[in-house]
């Protein structure tokens, strides 16, 4: 029995529209963080929550789903079996042991691995055609390990990367010179951790490239001033740690972000994680993932942005690779 009476000689309903899922792998405060932005900004009409505690995780799901008649109409579904997740067109990975308030997200790996063995071939079993978002961190190597477990062509691997770094960056270079986040276009780039690569020159304000604005103009500046913007990057997330426990909003807005690029095929350029071979100078043999500017859309990643690096810059992402490649050495991998 149908609440509603159909009009006489009304045709069956045809839905014409595609149907979106996405699957949000760990309910923790990043995976919660990601699934309540994506629901408030309607990228989905189906969400799915995969946690290995099933108390929390319902918990999490009827928290959301007692939100309905507030946001726009989304199928709100969980569970510990990856079953749930079966055809989603995209699947964010934040599933893993929390990084704790001193601790280097390298020391995390090993925790980590043994947990993708059971996530990662499980997802690519129920979605073959999915695209894979790794959060959790280590996340270049953790990237990287996702892309061997899942046997997935490397446009479908993406790994959050310097996204949020970048994101942080442009809030300080915005807060510094008083202007809006947004009109700042300045990018992180290798290793979301300590060996991240600043792109000082090329960056620019509402499209004015500052560092030759400010050497044209005579304007002293300290390397030292750079350097530091750089250093409060690398340690915003040590520092959020360390005063709340953990950290979440960021990473929700900007996870979301790059959902909204691959759902919405908007061919935005972020900076995420992907298979560096063969870009700036990385060698042809070299499989290590790390942060390059790529255009995302419905196939993933669809390429990476020939972005202005100096020389020194250049340098910098080649020694990022090269601390990665040492843990996966490390690891055996
Ligand atoms: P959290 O709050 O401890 O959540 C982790 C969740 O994973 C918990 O709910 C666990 O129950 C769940 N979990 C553990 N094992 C499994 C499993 N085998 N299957 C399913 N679920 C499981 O941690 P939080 O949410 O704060 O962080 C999650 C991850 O994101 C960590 O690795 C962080 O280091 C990483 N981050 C990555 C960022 C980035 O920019 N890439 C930013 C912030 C955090």
């Known amino acids: ?33 990601i699934a309540q932005t994506i629901l408030t900004q309607d990228l989905t ?74 996530i990662i071939p499980l997802l690519a079993r129920y979605s073959p055609e999915t695209i894979l978002i790794i959060v959790s961190n280590p996340v270049d190597v953790l990237t990287y390990i996702a892309w061997k477990l899942s046997g997935f062509p490397s446009n479908r691997i993406i790994g959050s990367g310097t996204n949020l770094d970048s994101s942080r960056f442009r809030f300080l270079i915005a807060d510094h010179l008083q ?10 780039v290798g290793e979301h951790g300590d060996s991240s690569v600043a792109l000082w020159s090329s960056i620019s304000v509402g499209g004015v490239p500052v560092l030759s604005f400010l050497e044209k103009q005579q304007i002293a500046y300290e390397k030292e001033t750079l350097e530091n913007i750089h250093k409060k990057v690398i340690d915003s997330a040590y520092e959020v740690i360390s005063l709340k426990g953990y950290t979440s909003w960021a990473i929700g807005y900007s996870v979301a ?44 990643v669809l390429g990476v942005t020939n972005v202005h690096m100096n020389q020194e810059e250049e340098q910098r992402l080649r020694d990022s690779a090269k601390t990665i490649l040492e843990v996966q050495t490390q690891l055996g991998i």
């Open 179 to 188: 202007v809006n986040a947004q009109d700042v276009q300045a990018c992180i």
């Open 257 to 300: 972000s790059l959902a909204r690029s691959i759902i919405r095929d908007q061919r935005k350029i972020h900076p995420v994680s992907v298979l560096a071979t063969g870009f700036y100078g990385i060698g042809d043999d070299v499989e290590v993932f790390l942060s390059l500017p790529a255009q995302l859309g419905r196939g993933g």
């Open 1 to 33: 029995q149908s609440f509603f009476k159909p009009i006489s000689n009304a045709s069956p309903p045809s839905i014409t529209k595609r149907h979106n899922k996405i699957s949000v792998i760990g309910a923790g405060n990043v995976g919660m963080a």
């Open 45 to 118: 009409d189906e969400l799915v929550i995969v946690d290995n505690k099933p108390d929390k995780l319902r918990g999490e799901m009827l928290d959301l789903q007692h939100a309905a008649a507030f946001l726009p109409r989304v199928k709100i579904n969980s569970s510990v079996e990856y079953s749930v997740t079966a055809g989603s067109d995209l699947c964010i990975v934040t599933a893993g042991a929390r990084q704790i308030a001193g601790e280097s997200r390298l020391n995390l790996l090993q925790r980590n691995l043994a947990l993708f063995k059971g």
